[in-house]
């Protein structure tokens, strides 16, 4: 194994940092930028649920991009920029549809520098024996401190601030993405050649396995329960009189759970995936069901907890599946379906959400238990079908 160019690791988790500033502003607090803007809930729905769908057919075209480009760093300079420049104009924008396309497309954009970013790292991981996780864990980081930061200056400055903090962002990790290294040219090729050639029809023959089709789909519905949430939780948040501060610290404790969960899921591993789906759904439930009932911030904060369960939790569980159901050559294929179903089916609780929201306001999360139930049917079915050797094999 080769010894890493100098500063490889350091150099990462310092853009893992930066580039998830990105994301620690976008995800609490984009929605509500976007009613600063003069959108109605149900285009708010529309400019969230956008990239949900574009990615499906970006995301292959950034892979070609980024395994066709002078190396990974020159990608994602490229992804990063155009990212940057998408959004600049929308920010400065008075036309609402000019607004929603430009974002979406900026997301989207910049949704393709974690990928690439991780191949990257991978690389790093598999030619030098680096940890991953040690650099990779330096993006989770950085989204809980932006989160409570951005909630502070916002508590201080005003919503309007909010312009400038989403423009820094982008700024932030454009030019973060100078200080990537650059994979040796020869260790490049090396790591080409050992890529696993999978079939055409990997995607088609997982998707003959019951179970893995039940895994998918239970897992894509409870993430797709979270639709209300992550378009109209900070904005019911506001109305409750939560403070910027606050609302930071809500989104905050909600990726520390999720955090939590992961580091320490292992501990449980024999409970086996559908135990730690059921767990997800049965989490989703309790939350959406109290999320419009509970007003009050102490009682919120613990509600965010659950996070760690219907996000975390359901993750781990698609995770056990796949390596339980799929063989090693198809595991890429299993990804990438759960992928594009979860998103499908989160761009159209999404694209519900908005419409709903507007009508009922936050009573509407209660409709995201339906399918967080349906999730759970799903994997409840799957359980019963599962064999005793079979939960043996997962572990």
């Not at 761009?347 to 238990?369: E, F, N």
Request: hydrophobic share 55%; proline share 5%; net charge positive.
């Amino acid at each position: 194994m080769s010894a890493a160019p100098r500063h490889f690791a350091s150099r990462l988790s310092f853009f893992y940092a930066a580039s998830f500033v990105v994301g620690g502003i976008i995800t609490p607090y984009l929605p509500v930028w976007l009613k600063l803007r003069g959108f109605t809930p149900e285009l708010i729905s529309a400019c969230l649920a956008f990239p949900l769908l574009a990615r499906l057919v970006f995301t292959p075209i950034g892979s070609w991009m980024a395994d066709r480009a002078p190396n990974r760093r020159f990608a994602i300079i490229l992804f990063a920029f155009g990212a940057l420049v998408l959004f600049v104009p929308a920010a400065f924008l008075d036309a609402r549809l000019g607004i929603l396309v430009l974002t979406g497309l900026a997301v989207t954009v910049a949704s393709l520098v974690q990928p690439t970013t991780d191949a990257l790292a991978l690389t790093g991981y598999r030619r030098f024996g680096l940890d991953y996780g040690r650099m990779r864990v330096w993006g989770s980081i950085s989204f809980v401190v932006v989160s409570l930061g951005a909630g502070a200056i916002i508590g201080h400055f005003g919503e309007p601030i909010l312009t400038e903090l989403l423009v820094g962002a982008f700024m932030i990790a454009a030019v973060s993405a100078f200080a990537l290294p650059v994979t040796p040219p020869m260790e490049r090729a090396l790591d080409d050649a050992s890529k696993v050639k999978t079939v055409s029809k990997s995607a088609w023959r997982i998707l003959t396995k019951r179970s893995f089709i039940a895994i998918a789909l239970s897992t894509s519905l409870i993430q797709a329960s979270h639709g209300v949430f992550y378009g109209f939780g900070s904005i019911h948040w506001a109305s409750l009189g939560f403070s910027g501060d606050q609302l930071g610290i809500l989104w905050a404790t909600g990726v520390v759970a999720e955090i939590l969960m992961l580091r320490f899921s292992g501990r449980f591993r024999r409970i086996g995936a559908e135990g730690f789906i059921i767990l997800g759904a049965v989490g989703a439930v309790v939350r959406w069901s109290l999320f419009p009932v509970i007003t009050d911030f102490a009682p919120s904060l613990a509600l965010q907890v659950l996070h760690g369960l219907t996000f975390a939790a359901t993750f781990v569980g698609m995770q056990m599946g796949i390596a339980r159901d799929v063989d090693e050559e198809r595991t890429a294929s299993a990804q990438g379906v759960c992928q594009v179903v979860s998103g499908v089916l989160l761009a159209v609780t999404t694209l519900m959400a908005g419409p709903l929201y507007a009508r009922i306001g936050i009573d509407s999360a209660w409709t995201m238990v339906v399918p967080a139930v349906l999730g759970l049917l799903v994997v409840w079915l799957l359980s019963r079908r599962v064999s005793p050797k079979g939960q043996r094999s997962a572990g």
